[in-house]
């Protein structure tokens, strides 16, 4: 008898761990999550249906949110504002356009690239739209999509950083005031959901990564030392 | 036969492990399927030529243990 309810106990939960699999596929079930790298643990396709109902798994949500600590590298080399991938670093009338875009699975709390103070936070664009934010990025008297920007007054000019948000993005914390003085690597706002940071340089200053590279926010050296020259 | 199906007031080893391992190995394919990069068709024979290994260890060594 008690052989008997070994086995049952045994079937039950195989049992279970089947009826699970098959409530959550095409998705992955809870129980092989773990194992799951996070694209394939939540792919697009679910995060983006979530979207449209507004409901969220918790265990995504506290992915998402998480605010690792970073220790920004010696020196005074501007960094990078955001975890994504450099999608393009064009240079329009002066300015190095640093675009970085942030997937529903990059760490979303954008950090500061120098040292300075802040001159000014400023609340751009109307719309929500798709598109990374490459092209709207530019468009600065046209309609674009809804953004901060923080200005940095530094030795080598101004810096500025733009939070963009998309369709799945639509809203920004800005965490810096004006005037207040901040350091390298210190935490400036977030956006919630996959979306854009742009980063605005001096166009003298030269580049050290490239598109198609990855970079962290408060940890990537996105540019050599900054001179006053 | 008997033995197989049923024996002594419980489930028989041949029809609970062959349960099992089938129910195991369907799991392990999911996550196979999700971890790999490989072709669905390629995954799809490796899993049966597996399965079918299974079965047939199991069947064999019920096979000498009766």
């Not at chain 1, 875009?101 to 739209?129: C, I, N, T």
């Not at chain 1, 990374?132 to 923080?150: H, I, S, T, W, Y």
């Not at chain 2, 609970?16 to 790999?36: E, K, M, Q, Y």
Request: proline share 4%.
């Amino acid at each position: 008898m008690m052989l008997l309810i070994i086995q049952g106990a045994i079937l039950s939960l195989l049992i279970a761990a089947i009826v699970l699999w098959g409530a959550y596929f095409p998705y992955p079930s809870p129980l092989v999550r773990r194992w799951l790298s996070p694209g394939k643990r939540w792919p697009d396709s679910q995060i983006r249906l979530w979207l449209k109902n507004g409901k969220f798994q918790q265990a995504y949500l506290s992915y998402f949110y998480r605010d690792p600590e970073r220790t920004p590298p010696l020196g005074n080399s501007i960094l990078a504002p955001a975890d994504g991938l450099v999608t393009s670093a064009e240079v329009r009338d002066g300015v190095r356009y640093l675009v970085i875009a942030l997937s529903f699975w990059d760490m979303h709390v954008q950090r500061s690239p120098v040292s300075g103070s802040v001159v000014k936070v400023e609340s751009k664009g109307k719309d929500y739209m798709d598109g990374e934010g490459r092209v709207f990025a530019f468009l600065r008297d046209k309609p674009c999509p809804v953004q901060k920007r923080v200005v940095f007054s530094t030795d080598v000019g101004e810096i500025a950083v733009r939070l963009i948000t998309s369709l799945a993005a639509r809203r920004i914390e800005i965490w810096v005031q004006e005037h207040e003085v901040i350091v390298r690597g210190q935490r400036i706002g977030r956006i919630l959901l996959g979306s854009t940071v742009v980063l605005e340089l001096p166009a003298t200053i030269s580049l050290n990564v490239q598109v198609g590279e990855r970079v962290k926010a408060g940890e990537t050296v996105v540019a050599r030392e900054m001179s006053s020259a | 036969m008997n033995v197989f199906w049923w024996t002594s007031g419980h489930l028989g080893w041949g029809v609970f492990s062959l349960t099992v391992f089938t129910g195991i190995w369907w799991l392990f394919f999911d996550l196979c399927w999700r971890l790999l990069a490989i072709r669905i068709g390629r995954l799809l024979a490796l899993m049966a030529i597996g399965w079918m290994l299974g079965i047939g260890c199991i069947l064999f060594g019920f096979y000498l243990a009766s």
